[in-house]
T-cell receptor, first 110, second 115 residues
Framework: GQNIDQPTEMTATEGAIVQINCTYQTSGFNGLFWYQQHAGEAPTFLSY????GLEEKGRFSSFLSRSKGYSYLLLKELQMKDSASYLCAVTSGGSYIPTFGRGTSLIVHP | DTEVTQTPKHLVMGMTNKKSLKCEQHMGHRAMYWYKQKAKKPPELMFVYSYEKLSINESVPSRFSPECPNSSLLNLHLHALQPEDSALYLC??????????????FGPGTRLTVT
């Protein structure tokens, strides 16, 4: 089976930087996704990591360390619209079907 | 077109009703999924279709019946639901392989209320 852990909730200030961590335990790791989900809406894809290191995409970056079973999503220059749930999801064992973590609810305040 | 559409957006049904949720994608994705999501929880996988065949059923009660009429359409037939089945039902699609560019695309969901 897979075990994926994320903090339940985080708060941050507009304009700041926040790092959302995700740890996982799985056999045969393939890749890790980050999705953003605003309340009552569908999840939308943010990033995909398969190799160790940092992937940067505008204000959002995602990091992966396969040896540590660890990833983080870094959000810079936070905006109020970044208030959402951030879901970490892992594929493993040759399957293309991701397993989702419980999600981290990020609250950005002025 | 990178859109997954779902109808209806909202549905209220009684416990004796029969209704259907519909999902459509035109991205040529061969894997399609149904998820159930309760408030403040992650999406919970229900069914996966691969090449129009049911490949995964996560021990979902038989009052939920999926159907994949063709490679673009996915239905979820509902019958004799319980109030605890009230949730957001999400459809998603993806390529049936892993790697770059093979992320899931989600529809906007159907907000279901069972009375």
């Amino acid at each position: 089976g897979q075990n994926i852990d994320q903090p339940t909730e985080m708060t941050a200030t507009e304009g700041a930087i926040v790092q959302i961590n995700c740890t996982y335990q799985t056999s045969g790791f393939n890749g890790l996704f980050w999705y953003q989900q605003h309340a009552g809406e569908a999840p939308t894809f943010l990033s995909y990591n398969v190799l160790d290191g940092l992937e940067e995409k505008g204000r959002f970056s995602s990091f992966l360390s396969r040896s540590k079973g660890y990833s983080y999503l870094l959000l810079k220059e936070l905006q109020m619209k970044d208030s959402a749930s951030y879901l970490c999801a892992v594929t493993s064992g040759g399957s293309y079907i991701p397993t989702f973590g419980r999600g981290t609810s990020l609250i950005v305040h002025p | 077109d990178t859109e997954v559409t779902q109808t209806p957006k909202h549905l209220v049904m009684g416990m004796t009703n029969k209704k259907s949720l519909k999902c459509e994608q035109h991205m040529g994705h061969r894997a399609m999924y149904w998820y159930k999501q309760k408030a403040k929880k992650p999406p919970e996988l229900m069914f996966v279709y691969s090449y129009e065949k049911l490949s995964i059923n996560e021990s979902v009660p038989s009052r939920f019946s999926p159907e994949c009429p063709n490679s673009s359409l996915l239905n979820l037939h509902l019958h004799a639901l319980q109030p605890e089945d009230s949730a957001l039902y999400l459809c998603a699609s993806s390529q049936d392989r892993q790697g770059w560019g093979y992320e899931q695309y989600f529809g906007p969901g159907t907000r279901l209320t069972v009375t």
